[in-house]
T-cell receptor
């Protein structure tokens, strides 16, 4: 059981470039989310989805787009990368049953924007 | 929204000691709490959870204590081992929400 798989693990971009961070889960979880983790800042929610076709903004959505065309996949798009988006990005999923279970996290994608 | 925070950003202990990691939360409506462990270069992993109708829950070498009166959560690790070295996060939800609020994290360093 692979759980939550993120690709790529490492990426270097130049300012203004675009890219997509991929996230896939094989647990049939309804809820998926993207976090960014910066030193001393903990985990901050970027976007989340409660099911295919449904997405919503989290705490820090600016500069990022998401879509959820299938239950399994939840890609995160950076339209025009900025140095402030240098961070480690984590995708997470859960059953979506509120208050009953934990998030399952991927291994992270480390992004550097020059 | 309301925040979840930690008292100590770094905790250093000797192998074999008991460790206590603290977490303060401000949302009085919080009713479900989780502790996560994040090892270097990896994603956070579930350790233990507790609901607001409990004040203590035990796992293997870990115990979570909840004091709703002062809105305080703690994670106790017995006989701490070098493999316990990691960053520990508390997270909370309220009202059946599936979107947790995370604290900033505490780095636990275990010296052999």
């Amino acid at each position: 059981n692979a759980g939550v798989t993120q690709t790529p693990k490492f990426q270097v971009l130049k300012t203004g470039q675009s890219m997509t961070l991929q996230c896939a889960q094989d647990m049939n979880h309804e809820y998926m989310s993207w976090y960014r983790q910066d030193p001393g800042m903990g985990l901050r929610l970027i976007h989340y989805s409660v099911g295919a076709g449904i997405t919503d903004q989290g705490e820090v959505p600016n500069g990022y787009n998401v879509s959820r065309s299938t239950t399994e996949d939840f890609p995160l798009r950076l339209l025009s990368a900025a140095p402030s988006q240098t961070s480690v990005y984590f995708c997470a999923s859960s059953t979506g049953q509120g208050g009953t279970g934990e998030l399952f996290f991927g291994e992270g994608s480390r992004l550097t924007v020059l | 929204g309301e925040s979840v925070g930690l008292h100590l950003p770094t905790l250093s202990v000797q192998e074999g000691d008991n460790s206590i990691i603290n977490c303060a939360y401000s949302n009085s409506a919080s009713d479900y709490f989780i502790w996560y462990k994040q090892e270097s270069g990896k994603g956070p992993q579930f350790i233990i959870d507790i609901r607001s109708n409990m004040d203590k829950r035990q796992g293997q070498r870990v115990t979570v204590l909840l004091n709703k009166t002062v809105k305080h959560l703690s994670l106790q690790i017995a006989a701490t081992q070098p493999g316990d070295s990691a960053v520990y996060f508390c997270a909370e939800t309220s009202g059946g929400s599936y979107i947790p609020t995370f604290g900033r994290g505490t780095s636990l360093i275990v010296h052999p």
